[in-house]
Nanobody, 116 residues
Framework: QVQLVESGGGLVQPGGSLRLSCAAS????????LAWYRQAPGKQRELVAT???????NYADSVKGRFTISRDNVKKTVTLQMNNLKPEDTAIYYC??????????WGQGTQVTVSS
């Protein structure tokens, strides 16, 4: 079973920034597209950003221009830089292989709370 460990979340004021990181304990990492997802209270998990093995990125309209996804194939990590955070960004953030069902399991996620 793949272990996915997300970190970097926290409490931040509107307009602030956070940098999330996800480490994957997999033998092969570089060939896969990766994604960040989030799940807000009472809502379904939604796709936030993707990055292909070649580094092409795509974003949900709600985060475009504010979030940046990147990857480090040597460290086997995927990062989400989040700027100009809004209260509606409050959620638990998860990473996984893209597309669904990813690696078949999820990490514990990292909580992001945007509030004044």
């Amino acid at each position: 079973q793949v272990q996915l460990v997300e970190s970097g979340g926290g409490l931040v004021q509107p307009g602030g920034s956070l940098r999330l990181s996800c480490a994957a304990s997999v033998r092969i990492f570089s060939i896969y597209a990766l994604a960040w997802y989030r799940q807000a209270p009472g809502k379904q998990r939604e796709l936030v950003a993707t990055i292909t093995s070649g580094g092409n990125t795509n974003y949900a309209d709600s985060v475009k221009g504010r979030f940046t996804i990147s990857r480090d194939n040597v460290k086997k990590t995927v990062t989400l830089q989040m700027n100009n955070l809004k209260p509606e960004d409050t959620a638990i953030y998860y990473c996984n292989k893209y597309p669904s069902p990813g690696w078949g399991n999820w990490g514990q996620g990292t909580q992001v709370t945007v509030s004044s």
